[in-house]
T-cell receptor
Framework: EAAVTQSPRSKVAVTGGKVTLSCHQT?????MYWYRQDTGHGLRLIHY???????EKGDIPDGYKASRPSQENFSLILELASLSQTAVYFC????????????FGKGTRLTVV | GDSVTQTEGLVTLTEGLPVMLNCTYQ???????LFWYVQHLNESPRLLLK?????KRTEHQGFHATLHKSSSSFHLQKSSAQLSDSALYYC??????????FGAGTRLKVIA
């Protein structure tokens, strides 16, 4: 079973502060993704990466940065957190071949106050 | 661009009745890969079933779906709903550049 670990699992941040969400996978997957989940909007792709030291913008990248320092690690950075960024964030990984299944972490509940 | 549409936000069914959750998609990619993910309360989404083959039925855990490229559809069905099927269901599309695009999700609520 593929393993994707997110930290922290929950966080309260103040408006204007910096937030870093971390993700670690032990599956040797090339592809990693950050999604946010909001009721009524489903899962929306923020950033993704297919190789270390490179990231790509997803469908809603504004206000977010991403970093992929190694194949195993993928971070999501909110430089200036805003109330509208309150959501549940999921990290995911996929091999890009084989089953093509995307494996999700347990999620991080971020509340910006 | 690529997109997935799930028209029902909430489907409420009585136990034992058939389930059908709608999914249509748009993509320029000629060989789309379609998926259904299920997310139970306080859990993360997990794969339910997938398909890459036109007009071929795929089944898993009592659910089934058929990819129809002619209508760009991949509806999820089950013959008889169970209380344990209550969950959030996502239809997803893998694009040519390895992005996975998810629909807005359909919450299935099964009542006794």
């Amino acid at each position: 079973e593929a393993a994707v670990t997110q930290s922290p699992r929950s966080k309260v941040a103040v408006t204007g502060g910096k937030v870093t969400l971390s993700c670690h996978q032990t599956n040797n997957h090339d592809y990693m993704y950050w999604y946010r989940q909001d009721t009524g909007h489903g899962l929306r792709l923020i950033h993704y990466s297919y190789v270390a030291d490179s990231t790509e913008k997803g469908d809603i990248p504004d206000g977010y940065k991403a970093s992929r320092p190694s194949q195993e690690n993928f971070s999501l950075i909110l430089e200036l957190a805003s109330l509208s960024q309150t959501a549940v964030y999921f990290c995911a990984s996929s091999s890009g071949t084989g089953t093509l299944e995307v494996f999700f972490g347990k999620g991080t509940r971020l509340t910006v106050v | 661009g690529d997109s997935v549409t799930q028209t029902e936000g909430l489907v409420t069914l009585t136990e034992g009745l058939p389930v059908m959750l709608n999914c249509t998609y748009q993509t320029i990619y000629s060989n789309p890969f379609l998926f259904w993910y299920v997310q139970h309360l306080n859990e993360s989404p997990r794969l339910l079933l997938k398909s890459f083959t036109d007009n071929k039925r795929t089944e898993h855990q009592g659910f089934h779906a058929t990819l129809h490229k002619s209508s760009s559809s991949f509806h999820l069905q089950k013959s008889s709903a169970q209380l344990s099927d209550s969950a959030l269901y996502y239809c997803a599309l893998r694009t040519g550049n390895y992005k996975y695009v998810f629909g807005a999700g359909t919450r299935l609520k099964v009542i006794a």
